[in-house]
């Protein structure tokens, strides 16, 4: 199983940005998918997740209204839509899943319930 993110640059605060993460090597459809961000120094914290039907979607409360996570079941990628940047928002992105399918982890923020993890896409956010 393969994650691949991509997508991240450099933006100035209040921009947009789309960042993605393809996968491989199991049926995508199945399982629930997951954003998580790290910045220099910090935790690496929950952003956002959606369910493996794709019918739910939770967010952050810093990134609530602002990001918008989704999932492309044919092309096996998830995408999250950034709009109103800020320097806050500067951190390597991560996506990620689990090892179960049809399953919803119900602890969704926690990074334990995701077992398979992207390298990571840089976000940066001038001001």
């Known amino acids: 199983v393969q994650l691949q993110a991509s997508g991240g640059g450099l933006v100035q605060t209040g921009a947009s940005l789309k960042i993605s993460c393809e996968t491989s090597g199991r049926t995508f459809s199945s399982y629930a998918m997951g954003w998580f961000r790290q910045a220099p120094g910090k935790e690496r914290e929950f952003v956002a997740s959606i369910s493996w039907g794709g019918a739910r979607t939770y967010y952050a409360n810093s990134v609530k209204e602002r990001f918008t996570m989704s999932r492309d079941n044919a092309k096996a990628t998830v995408h999250l839509h950034m709009n109103s940047l800020k320097p806050e928002d500067t951190a390597l992105y991560y996506c990620?899943?689990?090892?179960?399918?049809?399953?919803?982890?119900?602890?969704?923020?926690?990074?334990?319930?995701?077992?398979?993890w992207g390298q990571g896409t840089q976000v940066t956010v001038s001001s």
């Open positions: 990620a899943s689990p090892s179960k399918p049809r399953y919803n982890p119900p602890r969704y923020v926690e990074r334990s319930s995701y077992d398979y």
